[in-house]
Each structure stands twice: as C-alpha cells, then as structure tokens.
C-alpha cells in the first residue's frame, strides 16, 4: 500500500500533486489534485482537460472545518464524542443484540453509489456474512433501478452506456430523453456540441426547456410522468407508416409483434390528451426518427424515476430497436455502475451473478471460503428496508455513503421511522441529517482519503488515487468495515490491509460473470490503461461496445417487451391541479452533503427556487423572489419563487439537493415500480399558494415550516 500522510502531516507548502478522478457525477473526470485543495483538469479520454464546478471546487472538501473528526454516541438523547473503542462497541454490540433477539434479518445494511467499487464490494460482503442479512441495497435504487431492470430484461445486460463517448458524434440524430445533461453531467456536453456541430439532429424530451434543451431540432415539453404514452405512439406511428427497419428487427431481436400490439390505438391524438403535447408535435418527433440514418436513444432519470419507470424505459428501447437505431441510458452517481455490479444490491452478488442462480451462489461462495447456503437470498429493496423499519421488522441498520432520510420519498414520514428504530450506524464524513439521528456516528473518508476504483458511465473502469490519509480521528472506510467484522466475530472474511486486495478479490467474485473484472488488473490501471468491462483475461483490451457481436441473452438477440400505458400514480386534480417535478442543477449534487458545504458553490445557488411558469405565478398572485407554499398529500414546504418562462404552465420544478424543511423529497409520493422499488420521484400533484402567515405553516406531518429563514 502506498505511504500516505494525514493532513495534518503534510508540510507547510503541501506535497506534489495527486493524479485522480472526480468524486461528483458518473463521468469521473480525471484531475491533478493538489493537498491544499487545489484543483486542476487532466487531459484525459473521458474529460479532455475540462472540469465543471464542482470538480473545480471539489478540493475545498479537504480540511473543511465541518469534518468530523471523532465518533459520536448517543447518551440520554444526544449525540456524545466518544472514542474509537466505545464506539465501535456500541456499534456491534446493537448488532448483535438485535440479532439475537429478532434474527438476522432484523438488521439491514444501505449504500451508496458514489463509494469506490472496493467500497460497495465489502458493503454487500459485510451485510451477507457478517450480519448474516438478505437486506442490503443503496441509494442507486432511486436512481439507476429502472434502467438496470429494463436493460437487463431487453439486452441481457445492464451497462449504462454500452459504447463509448467518442461515439456519440458519429449518430445523425439523437433523442434525448429526461436528461438535463448540461447541468448533471456538464462534460458530456462537449461530445453532444461537437456531434451538433457535425450537423446531429436532437429531440429533447423533457417538461422544462433546460440548457439541454437548447441543443434541440425539437423540444417535447409532456407533462411530467407521460413519456409511456409518447414513446409507445412513436412506436406505434412508426409501425403504422412502414418505417420500421425490418432487416435489422428480423436478425438481431425477437417479440416485435407482441410489442406492437400493446401500443395499438396509441394514437397522436390519444397521446397529446395524455401528455400535453399536439399531434403535430408527436408526427414531427416520428418524421425526425424515421429519416435518421444512424440514430441513438439516451434515456436520464426525467423519464424513469417514477412507479413506470421499466416499463417507460422498455418503450424507449422498442422504439430503438424497431429503428434499428443505438440505445443507452445516463448514469447519475460517481459510481452508480460499478456499485451495482459489486453486489451493493439487494438482489444481485458481484459481477451481476443473481442471488437465485445455483451456479452463480457457487462461484462467489468459492471465493468467499463458505458453503453457498451461507449466503442469503433476495432481500429488501432501498425503499422496502425503510418501511420494514417503520413497521419494526427491521430494527438495526448500518448507512454508509447515503443520506436516506432527504434523498427518500415521503421523507419526514422516513426521519420520524428511523428516529424510532433501535439502532442506526452512520459512518460518513459529516454529519448528514441521516446521521444527526443515529445512535452511532463513525466519521469516515473522503474519495480521495482512499485508493480505489470506479466504473464511469461507459463501463470505463478508472483509479482514483488517494491524496492523503483521513484527518486524525478520522479512519478509512474499509478499516471502519474491518474493525466492525472483527468485533461481530467475522474478521477472518476481512483481512486486507489495503484496497487493491479488495480489489483483486472482487476481481475474481466476477470472473466469469456478466460484468467481468478479471482481466483488469490494478497494475493495468496503474500503467494508465482504463479498460471497459467485461474483461475476461488480463491479454484482453476489454469491450467498450459489448453488443457490436450480438446480445448477452440465451438466443443472442434483443427482446422487445410489451409495454402498455398506465398512468402515474397520483394525476393532478381539483385539490391539487399542477405537477410537481424534481431534478438536479448545475451547483449541487445528491443531497447537498458535500456541496451546500462549499462556499463558491453555496454562494451561486444558496436555497433552493421553486421554478414556475409566469403566467401561473401571476394568475396565484406569486411575485418573482417572494415565498410560496407548495402542498401535497403530504407535507408542506415554503421556497422563493423563480419565474421560469420554459416550464410547462401545469408544472413546478423544485432541486433536491437540501435537508429538513426545505427536502423537496418531503411532498414526493412513495409509490413504487412493482419490477424495481424505483420511487415515484419526478411526478406528484400539488397546489401552490401564497405565503401569507408571518411565522409559519403547518406541514402534513404537524411539524412546522419556517419561511423567514430563507
């Protein structure tokens, strides 16, 4: 392992700089971080010198004064410094209680998609032999879930994108469907300004004319959660008029005439009562994709954070393949692929090996030293472990690299379940509003407190490489993992010394398997090599466009599925008649943890705006920059008032990024997809009103809301 100071050993005029990736969204950007914070780009395949804010800013992270810096224990209802030792036998002495008395299964352990592939390997590890529990799963189920779902159900194989960037400018038409790359992935829009300049056509999709949307031949503003409708009616036009390409449907899919009968009587005009669009609009969409010579569909979480999302997805791949056109979909988190394919998953073990597969059982209990029946099966989704804990079945759960309580739907109802349960282990590197509930607090590392790897967006797999050790009285991630083993008795699954033993073993975890880490050594990735998986053998360059042979399923072909319209699960009425959606903007990222901590970043978008269109800001009596309450069926929530005069009439748009109050996740609907747990995220029915009480304003949940604090 490679000898790292604190940074509190480093000298005055800090140490040479460290060449890394970005620890913010899944383009992983490459960077030359400096110990004091500084922060320059890379030339680099993925970036090609280039770095948005956040990258920028991100080395402000690095002795921030809001650091934690020794455990926390709960005494008499309040959170307690305490040492290391106390800690961690609070800690496991709570797991093993509740065990004892309520079974394995009364224990639970949730994730996150931005911790290493090293990380999210020992996390599902930890969970299946340590505590012995089906229950483990992260927070990429609210953000890649559906998408997984759909691509494994239709290819065989869940890789976000299954081509690299540089291809993106070859196509001649790109739709573009609830993605917001500009201010979610900003280095994804050089490839999509250079594919534009080369003349490639663009179809938006999405209820907001964001930046994106500035690249658009067409732009769709539907309603929010109708993009079923309108990809089915394309299929459904597209078929009508024989412009399908048959030759490539008839060599390389199968299922084409169930999946046009699903979307029979999808008419333009059904389509645009539905979504808000005009047939028109729908007939230029169908005569863009018709005339396209090589088209690409890329789908974002716009399209499937909702209780349809496989099934939204699914209609966008039809689409695809009766084109015979590319599909892809656009991963979130930093590491949103690669955790996933560990097993940080409540129905998957490492290298996408299923849970129900004999033979899949076999080959990591192999390279686990045990006896397949050791490991549990199935276990809760992300959202499932959150209401077995409100109803008691789960009693302890350990959180690390997530912050569930804001990033969840119906969040003040999650706050009040997990503020209840028994014991809650947080290890984070500041105190989350997750973590004030905790009983435990374990402060851990930052991304560049640790080697290890990641998985971009394109299957890429990159090593970020640590700057320097945690700040004193702070330790590693996988230290904090070891010690937990240790003290539960299962230290003999946890002895590494560092990650790239980790990683060698999660290597051989996937050989074999869909997702293949094998061939990827550490020693190739420190020789620059930056290998896309699968990569069955080390003399192998790795696959960066897996489906160019064929696809990964039993008869080699892609599968369309049928996919029939149902509506979202709360529509907007005479109580509450306009929409509500959410998304990210270009300064934060997640919950805000990290970046509602970085003054550069917190001084160009300090609280978040409630985007409205003019005309119904006006028509309320809403002044631009003054207070409004949004309602749902289930909270309240006060924001200042943005006009916004490319949003839908019908449709309010408010970020995610902050806690408590002001948690937008606090008025969204729990309803999930039935093949998923995706969340209803991006589509809830609320009313908008003045604020107009001096102080206050009751919320669902009898809890106050503060608008003068703003």
């Not at 305490?82 to 079974?103: D, K, M, T, Y």
Request: net charge neutral.
């Amino acid at each position: 392992m490679r000898s790292l100071p604190t940074q509190e050993e480093h000298p005055p005029n800090g140490t040479p700089a460290t060449s890394t990736h970005c620890g913010f969204c899944a383009m992983q950007c490459a960077m030359q971080l400096h110990a004091d914070g500084t922060v320059k780009p890379l030339p680099h395949p993925i970036n090609k010198g280039r770095l948005c804010v956040l990258g920028l800013t991100s080395g402000e992270l690095l002795g921030h004064t809001h650091r934690l810096r020794t455990p926390l224990v709960r005494k008499k209802g309040q959170l307690e410094p305490a040492s290391w030792e106390e800690a961690l036998e609070v800690a496991v002495e709570g797991f093993r209680r509740i065990a004892a008395r309520h079974g394995n299964t009364a224990n639970a352990v949730y994730g996150g998609g931005s911790l290493s592939n090293e990380k999210a390997y020992l996390l599902g590890k930890f969970a299946r032999l340590v505590l012995k529990t089906p229950h483990v799963d992260y927070n990429g189920r609210y953000c890649m879930s559906a998408a997984a779902a759909a691509q494994n159900l239709a290819f065989g194989l869940d890789r976000g994108l299954n081509r690299p960037l540089a291809d993106l400018p070859r196509y001649d038409l790109i739709l573009l469907a609830g993605s917001n790359a500009a201010e979610t992935l900003p280095m994804l829009m050089p490839y999509f300004h250079q594919a534009k300049e080369g003349g490639t056509r663009f179809i938006v999709v999405d209820p907001r004319h964001t930046i994106t949307a500035n690249l658009a031949t067409l732009h769709l503003a539907l309603r929010p959660g109708t993009d079923l409708a309108v990809a089915n009616t394309l299929l459904h036009v597209l078929a009508k008029d024989h412009r399908l390409n048959y030759g490539f449907i008839a060599e390389h899919t199968r299922g084409l005439e169930k999946a046009l009968a699903a979307v029979e009587g999808c008419t333009p005009v059904w389509a645009a009562e539905i979504s808000g669009l005009t047939p028109y609009e729908i007939q230029q969409a169908a005569q863009l994709l018709a005339s396209a010579r090589k088209a690409l569909i890329l789908t974002g979480r716009g399209a499937d954070q909702n209780a349809r999302g496989v099934d939204t997805t699914l209609a966008y791949i039809n689409l695809a393949l009766a084109l015979g056109a590319d599909f892809g979909t656009l991963t979130g988190q930093a590491n949103g692929q690669g955790a996933r394919e560990m097993g940080l998953k409540a129905d998957q073990l490492p290298g996408y090996r299923s849970l129900e597969d004999p033979s899949d059982r076999l080959a990591v209990a192999r390279v686990w030293g045990i006896e397949p029946e050791q490991l549990p099966g199935k276990g809760y989704s992300a959202f499932e472990i959150l209401q077995a804990i409100a109803r008691g079945e789960i009693q302890g759960m350990l959180v690390m690299g997530a912050n569930p309580i804001p990033s969840s739907p119906h969040s003040d109802w999650v706050r009040d379940a997990l503020a209840r349960m028994e014991h809650l282990v947080v290890i984070d590197p500041f105190l989350s509003e997750t973590a004030r509930h905790a009983r435990v607090v374990l402060p851990g590392a930052l991304w560049v407190e640790e080697d290890g790897t990641t998985t971009n967006l394109e299957g890429r797999v990159v090593l970020r490489r640590a700057v320097h050790r945690p700040p004193i009285g702070a330790r590693g991630d996988l230290e904090i993992l070891r010690d937990l083993a240790v003290g539960l008795g299962a230290g003999q699954y946890f002895r590494y010394t560092n990650p790239r033993e980790v990683y060698d073993e999660l290597r051989l975890a996937t050989r074999g398997a869909k997702a293949d880490y094998y061939g990827i050594t550490w020693e190739r990735l420190e020789a620059g090599e930056e290998v896309f998986w699968p990569c069955p053998s080390e003399n192998r360059p790795g696959t960066p466009r897996p489906f160019a042979q064929g696809f990964p399923q039993a008869d080699g072909r892609a599968h369309f599925i049928p996919t029939p319209f149902r509506p979202s699960a709360e529509e907007p009425d005479g109580r509450y008649p306009l929409y509500l959606t959410t998304g990210r903007v270009l300064y934060h990222y997640l919950t805000g943890n990290h970046t509602r901590r970085l003054k550069r970043l917190i001084k160009k978008y300090p609280e978040p705006l409630l985007e409205v269109h003019p005309e119904t800001a006006q028509r309320l009596g809403l002044a631009e920059g003054g207070l409004a309450v949004v309602r749902s069926r289930r909270a309240r929530a006060c924001y200042r008032v943005r006009y916004n005069p490319k949003i839908r009439p019908d449709t309010l748009f408010v970020p995610f990024h902050w806690e408590g109050e002001r948690a937008i996740n606090r008025l969204i609907n729990p309803a999930l997809d039935p093949s998923c747990g995706m969340p209803e995220f991006k589509v809830a029915a609320v009313d908008l009103a003045p604020f107009t009480q001096p102080e206050t304003v009751a919320t669902a949940a009898d809890q106050e809301v503060s608008c003068t604090t703003l």
